[in-house]
């Protein structure tokens, strides 16, 4: 038995089935993770593109990239709202967030960039 999730978005489905991001492979089974990185590897043509754990991590993978991009756009709608009443440009304050990556993770600890003082 094994899960796979898959991560498709609208209006790009096909093309996100046809070349994923990722691959997770949730199975208790080594033969049977194998088999599927072999049927695959078809559509990636690269394996560092394949997780392979327990189901119930596939599982929970799933659920947390789901509530991950909620998390993003209700928090990119607050900071919209929030330019609007300060006179900030969100669009400009977005890029400014994606060209500084400076945040990883350590451990089970996030680990981010120092920020100024003033909120």
Do not use: H
Not at 13 to 19: G, I, P, Q
């Amino acid at each position: 038995m094994a899960f796979c999730p898959e991560f498709l978005k609208e209006g790009t489905a096909v093309e996100d089935f046809m070349k994923p991001d990722r691959i997770v492979i949730g199975t208790e089974n080594n033969r049977t993770a194998e088999l599927l990185k072999e049927l695959f590897f078809l559509f990636t043509m690269r394996e560092n593109r394949m997780l392979s754990m327990s189901i119930p991590s596939a599982e929970l993978t799933k659920y947390a990239a789901n509530a991950m991009l909620a998390t993003r756009i209700s928090f990119m709608n607050e900071l919209a709202r929030f330019c609007e009443l300060v006179g900030g440009d969100v669009d400009q304050v977005r890029q400014g967030r994606v060209f500084a990556r400076t945040t990883r993770w350590r451990g089970r600890m996030r680990v981010g960039a120092c920020r100024s003082g003033a909120v």
